[in-house]
């Protein structure tokens, strides 16, 4: 079950220096059973001091939105670009803002996506059919690209998005065994 709390979006109290309160890790992907709900905080301009005090206002306040424990890790937003900060990624591609709701990413004007490249030639027919049902749906049921918003962009080619990275994975792995995976920011 996933901890939703940027579709709640909560109303919290905090400083105008901040420049998004971001949820990401597991319990943004659909599939997963976190251990707790990770959230960045990003400010603009605030001591380190400053930042800690904020940070732990926050997960006061959001604490009472989860039965799992919120876990903050608080970051400029210079420091946030930084190659040495292990967590970026993970924001940049998963990481819902409690303030708008959205991606973090598109206030940067950017849009996370996921591209899964597959391939069917191994399978035999009977496989491949499996296969397109599961994309598409059969018989007036849905298929995943329809069910959680997924585009097949070229035969071999389908892009969704971040969250359900796991479904799609799952599906495909019962099915073939021979797909990558690449992560696009637009």
Not at 9 to 32: A, C, H, M, R, W
Not at 142 to 157: A, I, Q, V
């Amino acid at each position: 079950m996933m901890q939703n709390l940027w579709q709640k979006k909560p109303e919290l109290t905090y400083n105008q220096n901040i420049f998004d309160i971001v949820q990401f890790g597991s319990s943004i992907l659909e599939n997963t059973k976190p251990n707790d709900i990770d959230i960045a905080v990003i400010y603009i301009n605030l001591s380190i001091k400053d930042q800690l005090d904020n940070s732990q206002l926050i997960k006061n306040q959001l604490q009472k939105f989860s039965d799992l424990p919120i876990h903050i890790k608080s970051f400029d937003l210079y420091s946030f670009f930084d190659e040495s900060n292990f967590a970026r990624e993970n924001i940049l591609f998963y990481g819902k803002s409690l303030i708008s709701g959205d991606y973090f990413a598109k206030k940067l004007g950017l849009n996370p996506r996921i591209q899964i490249f597959y391939s069917l030639r191994h399978l035999k027919k009977k496989e491949k059919v499996k296969f397109n049902y599961m994309l598409r749906g059969k018989k007036g049921e849905y298929g995943l690209l329809k069910k959680y918003g997924g585009s097949l962009l070229n035969p071999g080619l389908i892009e969704i998005y971040p969250e359900y990275e796991n479904i799609f994975i799952e599906s495909i792995k019962n099915i073939s065994n021979k797909f990558d995976i690449k992560k696009v920011l637009y």
